[in-house]
């Protein structure tokens, strides 16, 4: 299959889709749980200086020796300042000491200076007012090593998404991969399984225009009427079957008479094999009928794909025999197809089997024919094989258990 087919490039775009979609469902996940994470921090670490910071202006009685990273500003009765060593530029907030000495309510704000924040906090103490200035720092700097482990542990996270999501995508796939696969396999089974029967009824219908020509009279052509109208029926059973292949199969068939079978195959090429000068003959069991069990259109196509690939590897004046014979317990019946046509190398005795296989010295491609005849087969609980050589010809076997 090439890169530029279109059920390829639809399956990769699906999975590229699948891929993307999973990736950020994970990202959106992951930024909703960051942000939450990193508000509830902040909050908690805002609520527990603010409780430090009040605690520090209702508590401390002097200005001497205050929690690292607070300063206190005193102001008494009598207006005199004191205050902490090596405050802040820009404090104390003298406005709200002197508003809070006036008889005002306690006072708490959030001040930028320089970039930083601080958080002030001025309330009444005895006979005189008391401003604890708390820097936010520590808070910003715990917030942004949060943020980058966040941001670390998110990219991990979205490397894992992309890889499961690839691989979810492609296990979620795989059905429509194998939908479209067996939807092209039965196009190219239909097709071929198709071609020839069209190809016979095409002939008979040359013969009848012939015939017509001619003057012939009708008992002349009642035998190619007869046959065309017994290759339109195989034709729709052909169909028929081809669609009975794609369905569960709820039963093993019927008892078929594989003789009848190869008898009216032998028929319907017996035509083709006339005008490329090539003997095809029938050798019937001689023990009987050659019952076995399955479906008549199934295995009428393995006898037509047998016969159709020995008189394409036959030249002119060659031979084609069918042969039917049984075979002991367990009973089998076997149906060779023999033919003195160009052979095969005995090393692609099995590759022949496979579809669209190449042999190994003339890479000879042995196309679908082979490979639908042995999946029928091995459908029917038989098995087929071959053997030949170079220029000496070649014979197909098939052995299927016998009805009953």
Not at 20 to 32: D, F, G, P, T, Y
Not at 216 to 238: C, F, H, K, N, Y
Request: no cysteine; hydrophobic share 40%.
């Amino acid at each position: 299959m090439s890169g530029h087919d279109p059920d390829r490039l639809l399956l990769r775009r699906a999975r590229h889709v699948l891929a993307v979609q999973n990736v950020v469902a994970v990202a959106l996940i992951l930024l909703l749980t960051g942000a939450f994470v990193i508000g509830a921090a902040d909050h908690s670490r805002r609520i527990a200086f603010e409780r430090s910071v009040d605690q520090t202006a209702a508590t401390e009685d002097d200005v001497v020796d205050p929690p690292a990273g607070m300063w206190i500003f005193k102001l008494d009765g009598h207006g005199r300042l004191t205050a902490t060593d090596d405050p802040p530029g820009g404090f104390p907030d003298r406005a709200a000491l002197d508003r809070v000495r006036a008889g005002g309510p306690a006072e708490s704000s959030t001040t930028d200076i320089g970039g930083t924040d601080y958080l002030v906090v001025t309330r009444q103490r005895g006979d005189g007012v008391v401003q604890v200035v708390g820097s936010m720092a520590e808070q910003e700097q715990e917030r942004h090593r949060l943020l980058a482990a966040l941001g670390v542990a998110g990219m991990l996270g979205l490397a894992a998404a992309a890889v499961a999501g690839a691989l979810l995508a492609r296990r979620a796939t795989a059905p429509l991969g194998e939908a479209l696969a067996r939807q092209r396999r039965f196009v190219a089974d239909a097709s071929h399984e198709l071609r020839t029967p069209l190809a016979q009824l095409h002939t008979r219908a040359q013969l009848l225009h012939r015939d017509l020509r001619s003057g012939a009279s009708p008992a002349q052509m009642t035998p190619d009427i007869e046959q065309l109208v017994a290759g339109t029926r195989q034709l729709g059973e052909v169909v028929d079957d081809l669609l009975l292949s794609t369905q569960p199969r709820g039963d093993d068939g019927v008892d078929v008479d594989l003789g009848v079978v190869a008898a009216g195959v032998v028929t319907a090429l017996g035509t083709r094999a006339e005008q490329d000068s090539i003997e095809l003959t029938l050798s019937p069991d001689p023990d009987g009928p050659s019952l076995v069990r399955g479906r008549e259109a199934a295995l009428r196509r393995v006898v037509t794909a047998l016969v159709d690939n020995a008189l394409s590897h036959t030249s002119a004046g060659g031979h084609v025999v069918v042969e039917l014979r049984s075979q002991g317990e367990p009973r089998l019946v076997i149906l060779a197809v023999r033919d003195d046509g160009t052979g095969f190398d005995p090393a692609d005795a099995q590759r022949i089997f496979d579809r669209f296989a190449r042999g190994h010295g003339d890479q000879r491609r042995f196309g679908l024919g082979l490979a639908l005849a042995r999946e029928v087969v091995t459908g029917h609980g038989g098995t087929v094989d071959a053997a030949g050589q170079p220029g000496e010809g070649a014979t197909f076997t098939v052995r299927l258990p016998a009805a009953g």
